[in-house]
């Protein structure tokens, strides 16, 4: 199992940036394909982008394509989120999540564990 917890959310103006970071606990983090998704009030999750074990491939969703970059470090067992241009629409809890399967995965039922989530809000 693998246990998640993000951090670095925050209120930022639009225009600005956020780097959200999600620490995982475990000794296997290097085996789990990783995800980021968010959720705004009254809306279903959305999936935002996926990195596989290696870093080899990453897939975004075209609604934050170019604004935002998924990261991971296995030694230090985390995976990020850089954010810029932020969009008051952006605003939702973001969480990420972790599956042991290999690739990269944008439906939220290909995921098997999941943080708390960290909230975003981008003022106009």
């Known amino acids: 199992q693998v246990q998640l917890v993000e951090s670095g959310g925050g209120l930022v103006q639009a225009g600005g940036s956020l780097r959200l970071s999600c620490a995982a606990s475990g000794r296997t983090f290097s085996r789990y394909s990783m995800g980021w998704f968010r959720q705004a009030p009254g809306k279903e999750r959305e999936f935002l982008a996926s990195i596989s074990w290696s870093s080899s491939s990453t897939y975004y969703a075209d609604s934050v394509k170019g604004r935002f970059t998924i990261s991971r470090d296995n030694a230090k067992n985390t995976v990020s989120l850089q954010m810029i241009s932020l969009k008051p629409e952006d605003t939702a809890v973001y969480y990420c999540?972790?599956?042991?399967?290999?690739?990269?995965?944008?439906?939220?039922?290909?995921?098997?564990?999941w943080g708390q989530g960290t909230q975003v809000t981008v003022s106009s």
């Open positions: 999540a972790a599956t042991r399967a290999a690739g990269t995965f944008d439906g939220d039922r290909d995921y098997d564990y």
